[in-house]
């Protein structure tokens, strides 16, 4: 009897037919992986050259709040005037209100600090009242912060408004549109998530933890979920927390990511790279209440409270998408790189985000003592 031998190229084919969909799934995981290891690598190595650990002030993490210009109205046309600006500014910039010219002032400027802002106080005579008087603030090109003005008239209405160096003046009115109210706390969203470097961080070492689009996809719609979730609580004074503990905890939870990433594959996914949804939904509610904190600072619009907090809520999430897409286009333009970049280099973004991650764990613990 004679057998039969296949050619080559069918045994070929039949191996890779019988291939297990599970070596399948893995090599493609490893090529995401791989290429979002590049891009990551890439955003490390930006973020070591704009907030070197030996830079005062950078390893806040957080972007440049807004200044607040805080006008409350009393009796007898008497007005207080508070004035925060942050720290956090290039030193040669200064910001500084404009008050308005029929405004007469009896007290003031009084002026104290601390180490992230600068708060100064007037008492001032307004005669006829606050509507149609117009405040606004100079320096803010330089300075490269916006100003957000709250007003509370003598009869309990109160109006809110952000503003920047394109319009830098507000005329106090009869009450805020709604629809402006949403495009402020919607621009205050996005600029908060993309200016801080720690929830970046946080978001990028997610990224690489999630090897296929399915779990990319579950990640981040996890951390939404969670950081949606502790964000309303907080604002609404459900739930509080010391500030300092949850920044603390924020540093920590990017150490806990970074030493996963550094870990590397040793066989047995971990319960971090099998479920890293888990990891977001969990670390999602803590990176919450550091969202709730830069909201409480900056305040609700009485009367508006639902959409100034939907509004901040949407921002946050369109400003985390845009920064997700930027990092997968830039993986998208990095391929062709992959193909000769050394394993090692996988490792890169793990160290340089624990790094980071540690240096700002001690010193937001230090505060605490």
Request: include cysteine.
């Amino acid at each position: 009897m004679r057998l039969s031998v296949p050619p080559a190229s069918s045994l070929s084919t039949l191996r890779t037919a019988k291939r297990p969909a599970a070596l399948r799934m893995r090599s493609s995981a490893q090529r995401m992986a791989k290429s979002s290891a590049m891009l990551a690598a890439v955003f490390s190595a930006v973020l070591a050259t704009l907030a070197p650990p030996f830079v005062p002030g950078v390893a806040e993490a957080h972007p440049l709040a807004p200044a607040l210009l805080e006008v409350r109205e009393q009796a007898h046309d008497r007005v207080e005037v508070l004035w925060r600006t942050t720290t956090l500014r290039p030193i040669t910039a200064t910001a500084d209100p404009i008050l308005p010219a029929g405004c007469r002032t009896l007290d003031g400027p009084v002026t104290d600090s601390d180490r992230r802002s600068i708060t100064s106080r007037w008492l001032l005579d307004c005669g006829d009242g606050l509507i149609g008087k117009t405040f606004g603030a100079s320096g803010l090109a330089e300075s490269g912060i916006n100003v957000l003005v709250r007003v509370e008239l003598a009869d309990g209405r109160k109006l809110q408004q952000l503003f920047g160096a394109e319009g830098a003046s507000f005329t106090i009115t009869r009450r805020t549109p709604a629809l402006a109210i949403a495009g402020d706390y919607l621009r205050l969203g996005i600029d908060h998530i993309l200016g801080g470097i720690d929830h970046l961080l946080f978001i990028a070492c997610l990224l690489l933890l999630a090897s296929s689009w399915r779990r990319l996809l579950a990640t981040v719609t996890a951390f939404t979920a969670g950081h949606t979730v502790t964000l309303s609580l907080a604002v609404l004074g459900f739930v509080r927390f010391p500030a300092m503990l949850i920044e603390v905890a924020i540093a920590l939870s990017i150490a806990v990511l970074a030493a996963e990433l550094a870990r590397g594959d040793t066989g047995r996914p971990s319960l971090l790279r099998r479920r890293p949804w888990a990891a977001a939904v969990a670390f999602g509610l803590l990176h919450g209440f550091g969202f709730a904190g830069a909201l409480t600072e900056i305040g609700l619009p009485a009367g508006d409270i639902p959409l100034a907090l939907a509004a901040f809520n949407g921002g946050i999430e369109i400003g985390q998408l845009l920064f997700v897409a930027a990092l997968l286009f830039l993986g998208y333009l990095l391929r062709p790189l992959t193909a000769w970049a050394p394993p090692r280099l996988a490792t890169l973004p793990a160290y340089a985000a624990g790094s980071l991650a540690a240096f700002w764990t001690i010193e937001r613990a230090s505060v605490l003592f």
